[in-house]
């Protein structure tokens, strides 16, 4: 779970070193209640971690 900039560091190493496919996903709350931001994004990298960054923390 990627919550401090130390974590998207390490994202941003890991997608520097990544040589094969990157899976990407967002999750949004609806904009009828809520805001159209997202409140989750994940990102999967091939036979290694899946990242889930709190865009909301990271602001």
Do not use: C, W
């Given at each position: 779970?990627?919550?401090d900039f130390s974590g998207v560091q390490e994202?941003?190493?890991q997608?520097?070193?990544n040589e094969g496919s990157i899976s990407i996903d967002a999750?949004?709350?609806s904009g009828f209640?809520?805001?159209q931001r997202a409140y989750?994004?994940?990102l999967?990298?091939?036979d290694k971690e899946i990242f889930m960054?709190?865009?909301i923390v990271l602001r």
């Amino acid at each position: 779970m990627v919550t401090d900039f130390s974590g998207v560091q390490e994202l941003i190493t890991q997608l520097s070193e990544n040589e094969g496919s990157i899976s990407i996903d967002a999750e949004r709350a609806s904009g009828f209640r809520y805001s159209q931001r997202a409140y989750l994004i994940q990102l999967s990298l091939r036979d290694k971690e899946i990242f889930m960054v709190d865009p909301i923390v990271l602001r």
